[in-house]
């Protein structure tokens, strides 16, 4: 493993620490403040527009985008430290096209994608144009399990009908919405994992309809969370992403990549916030001394900076490892730094919250949003304990097969 990245990524990082520097830092207070202007909460601030042209013509685009000719082709060794420096400001993935849930669907057409699926959504998507959304979990079932869910997709003559309920859709109510792509039932009775596929659906088809828009901790997302129902939705068979059967497969390849955006990007929550923190114990005094005097909060800043590091250290480890022998081998690995990522980074966020006092708790600083955004992403892409079973399930299949085989041999005695 090589920590010090290749050339191109350390030019990268400089040009944008630079680029969060000139443009991103000073302008979160203006889309904070142009955003609760707006008659629609959901709108695009005008900043975002403009901080989106300048990114782009700085080369500062697409850069999670690895496969063929489609993006920056970096490696996600290289990618690990530009998303850490991006997550430390909330609005920075959208402004360089890095921003969930188009990421992934990015990934997903252009792994799977057929040529026309590519030039329909995925040029537009690549070049800002339009933005997608993901729907998948649903509101009647414990949607980490695939095998529960609801939502069906049925073959009718050259068309797929599509009928469910779905929700916490991250994006559908941004204006730019143009695409969903849903998972849904299309064979109850196919093997389990078989059960599964994945459709391509314009926004704009009749019979969709947003119920409501889910807050996260009271926070309303500028991309919107939806409440969706789907009443024979129909859309051609053309738009099967993928084949039939396909879609726990394919919701595997995307996850993946998307749990890594997640934890490198924690890291830059937990840097953000351990800046903050120190910045104000050190210009705040209490019983006639400043903070950062206090042994307490000394503890608060070592642990935070040691739980970083070590975090840092494991995120680059599972990107070394998908980049060497691909994901389906580091699946353990990539499921340990989604639970790690976003405890360590809650954990420091809840530090800097306490240095912060009520302060913390307002939205004065960034922190309040960074504490409801931490302990959110627990749950989204599968929650920790999900991710807790597959780490023990690889762990404990090291010892198993020796295990029966001393069982056997007690047997036989």
């Known amino acids: 493993m090589d920590f010090e990245g290749s050339p191109r990524s350390r030019e990268l990082q400089e040009r944008m620490r630079s680029f969060m520097a000139q443009h991103v830092y000073p302008n979160e207070t203006v889309y904070d403040q ?17 901080l989106k042209e300048k990114a782009r013509a700085e080369g500062l685009w697409n ?16 990618y690990a430290p530009l998303a850490e420096i991006a997550g430390r400001s909330l609005i920075a993935p959208e402004v360089f096209n890095c921003s969930a849930p188009d990421t992934g669907n990015m990934e997903l057409l252009a792994l799977f994608g057929t040529p026309e699926q590519q030039q329909r959504w995925l040029h537009p998507l690549l070049e800002a ?38 929700w916490y859709t991250s994006g559908i109510l941004d204006p730019d919405c ?84 997640y934890a490198m990007r924690a890291v830059g929550f937990a840097e953000r916030a351990l ?23 000394r503890e608060w800043i070592a642990r935070s900076r040691i739980e970083i590091e070590q975090l840092r250290l494991l995120v680059f480890k599972a990107a070394w490892l998908m980049d060497t022998v691909g994901n389906a081998a580091a699946r353990m ?54 991710h807790l079973r597959t780490v023990a ?9 020796e295990s029966q085989a001393g069982m056997r041999k007690a047997g036989a005695a």
Not at 41 to 48: A, D, G
Not at 208 to 223: A, E, K, Q, S
Not at 285 to 294: I, N, R, T, Y
Not at 393 to 401: D, G, M, S
């Open 63 to 78: 850069l999670f985008m690895s496969h063929g000719d489609w993006g920056a082709g970096l490696s996600n060794q290289d």
């Open 178 to 261: 143009a695409l969903i792509i849903l998972m849904g039932v299309s064979d109850p009775a196919a093997e389990s994992y078989r059960q599964q596929s994945m459709l391509l659906i314009p926004r704009e088809t009749a019979g969709i309809t947003v119920l409501r828009d889910l807050p996260v901790f009271g926070y309303t997302d500028r991309l919107g969370h939806g409440d969706v129902l789907f009443e024979d939705v129909r859309v051609p068979a053309a738009n099967l992403l993928g084949g039939e059967g396909d879609g726990f497969a394919l919701a595997q390849g995307r996850l993946g990549p998307g749990r890594m955006h």
């Open 393 to 401: 399930r690889r762990e404990l299949a090291k010892y198993r097969t």
């Open 34 to 50: 142009q955003l609760a202007r707006a008659d629609n909460p959901h709108e695009l601030p005008p900043v975002m527009r403009e």
């Open 275 to 297: 800046e903050l923190m120190c910045r104000r114990v050190l210009d705040r005094q209490a019983f006639g001394v400043p903070l950062s005097d206090q042994g307490v909060v």
């Open 129 to 166: 144009r339009i933005r997608s959304c993901f729907a998948m979990t649903e509101p009647e079932v414990a949607s980490s399990d695939p095998l529960n869910l609801r939502t069906t997709i049925v073959r009718d003559g050259d068309s797929y009908v599509v009928n469910g309920h779905k």
């Open 333 to 386: 690995e990539v499921a340990a730094i989604k639970v790690a990522a976003l405890e360590v980074a809650h954990r420091v966020v809840d530090r800097a919250v306490q240095a912060f006092g009520a302060a913390g708790v307002s939205d004065d600083t960034v922190l309040a949003r960074l504490y409801a955004i931490t302990r959110a992403l627990r749950i989204a892409d599968g929650p920790d304990e999900v």
